[in-house]
C-alpha cells in the first residue's frame, strides 16, 4: 500500500530494510490506557526491553497529519501529555484524523495495518480488544478481531482484556479464522489473570517455534496470528477480585450512558480506581512481559531471513 503520510523514522526504516528485527508497539495505552507520567516512564522501558533483548521498537501513532512508525523524543513526550484529549483512532477513523491532522494513539487495529505498512511483522501490546459483554444487544465488537483477520502481523498480548466476553471473544476469533496461540501455555490468557479458563488453539514454547510457524502461516498467504503471553504469576491478580470489580464498572458505564469506543478506557479507569493501583501495576508487568516475548519472537523470524 502506498501512501504520502505515512512516516518511518530513521531508526525504524534501517532496520527493515536490513531485515533486522522490529518490535510495532501501539499508543492507545499512552494516551488512553494511563495517566501521566506512568504512561511516559512505561513507554521508555518498553521500547528498553525491546533493545535489550535484541530488537528495535516502534511506537505507531497519528500525529500532524501523518502515520509514524517509530515516535520518539519530544513527540513521545507530547503524545503522553497529551493523553486523553488525543484521539483514539480505529481504521475507521483513519483517513478523517489524517485530514485533520488531530493527534490520534492507535488501536490494536490500527497499528497492526500501520506497522503492515512500514514492513513490521510483528507488535507487542497489553490485550487485544473483543467482544464486548452484551454485545448480542450492542453488537458492540472490537475492529481488532477483523484486522487480525486480514492484516499479516504477529500480536503478542496477555489475551483479551478481562473487561471483555472471552468466550464469545475466541468464536469470532474463529470464525474469522485467527489462530490464536498460547505461548508456554495450553491456556488462553485473560489480562490481569493468567488463565481464563478456556484453551488456546496451539501451544508453542519458544521464539523458534513461533517464528517457524508465523512464516508458514504466511506462506500460506494468512492474516494475522494472536499469541496469549500470560502475565507474569507474580503480577497476576485474583480472578474473583477482577470479575467483581468489572460487573461493578460495567453497571456504572451502563448508569452514566457510556458506550461505543468511549467503553473501554472508561472501564479501565474505573479499574484502576477499583482495585487501588492494583490493575495498573499488572498492565505495566504485562506489557513489558510482552515486549520481551515480541522481541525474542522478531529476533528468531529475522534470522529465517
Given at each position: 500500500?502506498?501512501?504520502?503520510?505515512?512516516?518511518?523514522?530513521?531508526?525504524?526504516?534501517?532496520?527493515?530494510?536490513?531485515?533486522?528485527?522490529?518490535?510495532?508497539?501501539?499508543?492507545?495505552?499512552?494516551?488512553?490506557?494511563?495517566?501521566?507520567?506512568?504512561?511516559?516512564e512505561?513507554?521508555?522501558?518498553v521500547?528498553?526491553?525491546?533493545?535489550?533483548?535484541?530488537?528495535?521498537?516502534?511506537?505507531?501513532?497519528?500525529?500532524?497529519?501523518?502515520?509514524?512508525?517509530?515516535?520518539?523524543?519530544?513527540?513521545?513526550?507530547?503524545?503522553?501529555?497529551?493523553?486523553?484529549?488525543?484521539?483514539?483512532?480505529?481504521r475507521?477513523?483513519?483517513?478523517?484524523?489524517?485530514?485533520?491532522?488531530?493527534?490520534?494513539?492507535?488501536?490494536?487495529?490500527?497499528t497492526?495495518?500501520?506497522?503492515?505498512?512500514a514492513?513490521?511483522?510483528?507488535?507487542?501490546?497489553?490485550?487485544?480488544?473483543?467482544?464486548?459483554?452484551?454485545?448480542?444487544?450492542?453488537?458492540?465488537?472490537?475492529?481488532?478481531?477483523?484486522?487480525?483477520?486480514?492484516?499479516?502481523?504477529?500480536?503478542?498480548?496477555?489475551?483479551?482484556?478481562?473487561?471483555?466476553?472471552?468466550?464469545?471473544?475466541?468464536?469470532?476469533?474463529?470464525?474469522?479464522?485467527?489462530?490464536?496461540?498460547?505461548y508456554?501455555?495450553?491456556?488462553?490468557?485473560?489480562?490481569?489473570?493468567?488463565?481464563?479458563?478456556?484453551?488456546?488453539?496451539?501451544?508453542?514454547?519458544?521464539?523458534?517455534?513461533?517464528?517457524?510457524?508465523?512464516?508458514?502461516?504466511?506462506?500460506?498467504?494468512?492474516?494475522?496470528?494472536?499469541?496469549?503471553?500470560?502475565?507474569?504469576?507474580?503480577?497476576?491478580?485474583?480472578?474473583?477480585?477482577?470479575?467483581?470489580?468489572?460487573?461493578?464498572?460495567?453497571?456504572?458505564?451502563e448508569?452514566?450512558?457510556?458506550?461505543?469506543?468511549?467503553?473501554?478506557?472508561?472501564?479501565?479507569?474505573?479499574?484502576?480506581?477499583?482495585?487501588?493501583?492494583?490493575?495498573?501495576?499488572?498492565?505495566?508487568?504485562?506489557?513489558?512481559?510482552?515486549?520481551?516475548?515480541?522481541?525474542?519472537?522478531?529476533?528468531?523470524?529475522?534470522?529465517?531471513?
Amino acid at each position: 500500500m502506498k501512501t504520502d503520510h505515512l512516516r518511518v523514522s530513521a531508526p525504524v526504516a534501517a532496520a527493515v530494510a536490513a531485515g533486522q528485527p522490529v518490535v510495532a508497539l501501539e499508543s492507545t495505552i499512552i494516551t488512553h490506557g494511563m495517566p501521566y507520567p506512568e504512561n511516559i516512564e512505561m513507554a521508555h522501558s518498553v521500547e528498553g526491553i525491546i533493545r535489550q533483548n535484541g530488537a528495535v521498537p516502534a511506537t505507531i501513532a497519528m500525529m500532524d497529519g501523518m502515520m509514524v512508525a517509530g515516535v520518539g523524543g519530544d513527540d513521545l513526550e507530547r503524545l503522553a501529555r497529551e493523553g486523553h484529549s488525543a484521539a483514539k483512532a480505529s481504521r475507521r477513523d483513519m483517513a478523517a484524523l489524517l485530514a485533520k491532522g488531530t493527534m490520534a494513539g492507535t488501536t490494536v487495529a490500527t497499528t497492526m495495518l500501520i506497522a503492515q505498512m512500514a514492513g513490521i511483522k510483528v507488535f507487542a501490546t497489553g490485550g487485544i480488544g473483543g467482544v464486548h459483554r452484551g454485545a448480542e444487544h450492542t453488537f458492540d465488537v472490537s475492529a481488532d478481531i477483523s484486522e487480525l483477520s486480514q492484516t499479516p502481523v504477529a500480536v503478542v498480548c496477555a489475551g483479551a482484556k478481562s473487561i471483555l466476553d472471552i468466550p464469545k471473544t475466541l468464536e469470532m476469533l474463529e470464525t474469522n479464522g485467527v489462530p490464536v496461540i498460547g505461548y508456554g501455555t495450553d491456556a488462553f490468557p485473560a489480562f490481569y489473570v493468567r488463565d481464563s479458563g478456556y484453551p488456546a488453539d496451539h501451544r508453542f514454547d519458544n521464539p523458534e517455534d513461533v517464528a517457524h510457524m508465523l512464516a508458514l502461516h504466511w506462506q500460506l498467504g494468512m492474516g494475522g496470528v494472536l499469541i496469549g503471553n500470560p502475565i507474569p504469576a507474580e503480577f497476576a491478580l485474583d480472578a474473583e477480585m477482577i470479575e467483581l470489580r468489572v460487573k461493578q464498572a460495567i453497571t456504572q458505564a451502563e448508569e452514566q450512558g457510556i458506550t461505543r469506543k468511549d467503553i473501554t478506557p472508561f472501564l479501565l479507569g474505573r479499574m484502576l480506581e477499583l482495585t487501588e493501583g492494583k490493575s495498573l501495576a499488572a498492565n505495566i508487568a504485562l506489557v513489558k512481559h510482552n515486549a520481551a516475548v515480541a522481541a525474542q519472537i522478531a529476533v528468531a523470524l529475522a534470522k529465517r531471513g
